[in-house]
């Protein structure tokens, strides 16, 4: 791919021949993007996301540059169909270039230039617009979208599957090598930190997409731990260890898991159904048998002298 001739003034960034989508969950108004690629890092070139905003994805030559313009665009009421013809009639290397948007009311428009390294294409539907280029078959595109069509369940997991089918179809010619999801809220809190619900990245693996569905469960491992401690704070036990038992059953190997849950019992008065829970936490990793103690001294974990001895076995 080095070698290519093209223009420097056309080249303004990282080449990514890739596949991806842009979609919006009906539902819930949620907007997100996935995205893999036989290339390093494809996450911080190619899909851009803001809540209550929408997203764009800008892929073969990128223009780094479509990202927050396209977002600008949006913002300011923009139709994706006119953002995206705007940014393309402006841009010397559009005939090399791959863009796709969506906005807030799921409407979608996607480009792709004529020079555009095949099999590329695109389809942009209501809620959500996929497209390719450097694929090994032409049927990559088509089957993402109808994969998307037709799954159901939360927007992370319908873009999953989209992403599958396309892995199903034969991918990128090249194979694989990294992968990107992110999810937004329908709405924009300010808070950039609470608005991205999801943001996972793969930037060099053999299996990009199987790591990223793995650490997609890892993710939802951790928000039913956080469930779980603000039902525990609220004194809702049975929720709190409703959250708890499913972010263990999401992620079994993860002894901190445990470790917090037992914190979270005991804190809460329930010391005796704590311990053996403590005491699975340092049989996976005794380290946490030097840490408790400093969490006790910094007030993250409560408990008596008494406790501390029988927990410690001193």
Not at 66 to 85: C, D, I, N, Q, Y
Not at 135 to 156: H, I, K, Q, R, Y
Not at 199 to 220: G, I, S, T, Y
């Amino acid at each position: 791919m080095a070698f290519m001739l093209v223009p420097d003034d056309v080249v303004k960034g990282p080449f990514a021949h890739t596949y991806s989508i842009v979609a919006r969950d009906e539902r819930t108004g949620e907007i997100g993007a996935g995205v893999q690629s036989h290339w390093f890092s494809v996450g911080t070139v190619v899909p851009w996301a803001l809540a209550g905003v929408g997203a764009v994805v800008t892929q073969s030559f990128t223009n780094p540059a479509f990202g927050p313009e396209g977002l600008r665009l949006l913002s300011e009421g923009t139709a994706p169909m006119k953002a995206v013809e705007e940014m393309v009639s402006k841009d010397e290397g559009r005939d090399l270039r791959q863009l796709a948007m969506i906005d807030p009311k799921g409407r979608a428009f996607a480009y792709t230039g004529k020079k555009c390294v095949a099999e590329a294409g695109h389809i942009s539907g209501k809620n959500f617009s996929v497209q390719a280029n450097m694929m090994l078959n032409d049927t990559v595109w088509p089957a993402m979208a109808e994969a998307f069509e037709t799954s159901d369940g939360p927007l992370a997991d319908r873009i999953l599957a989209a992403m599958q089918a396309a892995e199903a179809e034969g991918g990128d010619a090249r194979g694989r090598q990294s992968a990107a999801l992110v999810i937004v809220r329908a709405r924009g809190t300010g808070e950039v930190w609470n608005d991205r619900l999801i943001d996972l990245r793969v930037d060099d693996h053999r299996d990009p997409l199987k790591e990223l569905v793995r650490l997609l469960k890892v993710h939802r491992a951790y928000e039913s731990m956080d469930a779980g401690d603000a039902a525990l704070e609220k004194g809702d036990m049975s929720s709190a260890l409703k959250h708890y038992s499913n972010a263990e059953k999401l992620f079994p190997s993860n002894e901190e898991m445990v470790l917090w849950h037992a914190v979270g019992l005991a804190n809460n008065g329930r010391f005796e159904e704590a311990v053996p829970l403590f005491m699975k936490a340092f049989r996976k990793n005794p380290n946490w048998k030097v840490m408790v103690p400093r969490l006790v001294a910094n007030g993250t974990l409560r408990m008596s002298e008494e406790q501390s001895r029988k927990l410690m076995g001193k």
